[in-house]
């Protein structure tokens, strides 16, 4: 296959762009259907559906034709621009990682996490440990080969976190996570030591359909275009987008706990609009969408927490939620509100855990993904070990595997490496917010009104409309000069100082 000129051979790869695009819309719409409506018993239909699917995706991604589109174009950088030449790099990235993995076993791997997200459910529901265990054992043993694939002679691990972070290693998280203990642990003690905060209010009850047009409210104020997104309710909240105008999020609503709900939505609809931000020009190709989770997650966590826990938007949210439980909200004020919403306390969840504490969540999962990975602990002593790390991290007693090792969806989906991400992303998110305090001046004053514009067109112009453009060291230079985490350390510090006057 040969074609006149590049524009011919550009024109040629943004085909299959478009065609491997459409295979991953089918399966993800499978996967959300899975999750949010489809009856238990279909799991083996959808997973036989998705196994074939992911068949064609392997075929295609190792198809010479594309390999000599790939090569030929990347022989030919020279004639490329910026964004061709980004195009042709991940492109190729992919197809070498995918030549090194056997169909067989790229197919089975597929067909076993559609299968293992139904088991986590169900062991998640009866606080089952023992019947996820043999599914996650095979996940890992998968996962450990596929290091193996991605390079031999990188630690698996590593191979792993590189999946998600380019570049990202052990060493660097190690560094990281200490000096955020070392910022994080004493401002902890501190709190320990000082008159808690009420949060009674946001524990009565908050009738489920209710929280339903409240969401929806919230959603509208993020600015979210509600023609082309949908809330879905699932066991635990995720984002997938199809196409820029495609996108679904999902919570999940707990009557006694309003705050969980409302800051899920939060965190899901950042997803989401850095999802749909994209260039126009980048929809059905790989540079549509985030590139990096860190850049996701520093997303998703600057509108659930920078934003959505700040002082100045305590105000426009109160007055949301008022509006939809004028009762249960009757007598608060905005002072009030905020401090709910920021009490920091060592707790069991992850995703319901403070700003303060959560980045110690993250890290029990890190250690124990590197020992799994690493070969020095086994599945079935994964509960007793989280148990433990609990203890020593958080100081809490984990009552069962439910609020344990099984509250978190992202094992039965093959996602090991994935964690750091979020607390890679926190950090992120509190650096982006320092330059865009000096960027716009006025950020909060138009936040304590409502509107968070000023706020999405910043982080649009400087993040969003470039898409998988950037790898997140490019993009932290671009905006920040370089990452520090000591910006996170000194954000959570002021932040908290306040709340309980330290």
Avoid at 60 to 66: I, Y
Avoid at 68 to 89: I, N
Avoid at 458 to 470: A, F, N, P, Q, T
Wanted: with cysteine; aromatic share 12%.
């Amino acid at each position: 296959m040969k074609y006149e000129n590049i524009k011919d051979t550009m024109n040629a790869l943004r085909e299959f762009q478009f065609k491997q695009a459409a295979i991953r819309h089918a399966m993800g719409v499978l996967e959300y259907d899975g999750e949010t409506v489809a009856p238990k018993d279909s799991a083996d239909g959808r997973a036989r559906t998705m196994g074939y699917l992911s068949e064609l995706s392997y075929k295609m991604t190792t198809d010479p034709e594309l390999f000599e589109l790939v090569y030929s174009l990347d022989g030919r950088k020279d004639e490329l621009d910026t964004e061709e030449k980004r195009m042709v790099e991940i492109i190729k990235k992919d197809c070498d990682l995918m030549t090194k993995i056997p169909m067989e076993e790229y197919v089975q791997f597929s067909e076993l996490c559609s299968k293992a997200g139904n088991v986590w459910k169900e062991a998640k529901n009866t606080s089952d440990f023992a019947l996820f265990a043999p599914y996650l054992e095979k996940i890992v043993e998968f996962d450990k080969k596929l290091a193996a694939y991605i390079n031999p002679e990188m630690k698996p691990y590593n191979a792993l976190l590189d999946m998600y972070e380019d570049g990202l290693t052990m060493d660097t998280l190690d560094a990281f996570f200490g000096k955020l203990r070392t910022g994080i642990v004493p401002l902890i003690e501190a709190i320990s030591k000082k008159p808690q905060l009420d949060d009674s209010f946001t524990k009565t009850n908050f009738p489920i359909p209710a929280q339903r047009e409240m969401s929806l409210e919230v959603m509208k104020t993020m600015g979210l275009n509600m023609d082309r997104i949908i809330l879905g309710e699932v066991e635990h909240p995720f984002t997938t987008g199809f196409n820029l105008c495609d996108e679904r999020i999902t919570t999940h609503f707990h009557e006694d706990d309003m705050l969980s709900n409302l800051f899920s939505v939060l965190h899901e609809g950042g997803h989401a609009i850095y999802d749909m931000g994209s260039k126009p020009e980048y929809d059905y190709t790989v540079l549509c969408g985030g590139y990096a989770m860190s850049i996701h997650e520093s997303q998703s966590r600057f509108y659930e927490n920078i934003i959505g826990r700040s002082k100045a938007f305590a105000g426009p949210l109160l007055e949301i939620c008022r509006k939809y439980f004028p009762l249960q909200f009757e007598g608060v004020t905005a002072e009030m509100f905020w401090k709910a919403a920021n009490k920091a306390q060592p707790s069991l969840i992850r995703t319901e855990a403070d700003e303060l504490t959560y980045s110690l969540h993250v890290m029990v999962r890190y250690e124990i993904e590197k020992m799994l990975i690493g070969g020095t602990l086994q599945v079935k002593d994964v509960p007793e070990t989280w148990n433990r790390l609990y203890k020593e991290y958080l100081g809490v007693d984990v009552p069962d595997d439910r609020q344990g090792c099984l509250q978190d969806s992202h094992w039965s989906g093959g996602s090991l490496g994935y964690f750091p991400s979020y607390a890679l992303g926190s950090a992120y998110g509190a650096q982006f917010l320092s330059i865009m305090e000096k960027d716009v001046p006025d950020m909060w004053e138009k936040v304590a009104g409502g509107d968070l514009s000023p706020v999405t067109g910043w982080l649009h112009d400087k993040i969003h409309v470039y898409g998988s453009l950037y790898k997140p060291g490019e993009l932290m230079d671009q905006i920040c000069g370089g990452f520090d985490p000591q910006y996170y350390i000194d954000y959570l510090t002021k932040k908290y100082t306040e709340l309980y006057e330290l």
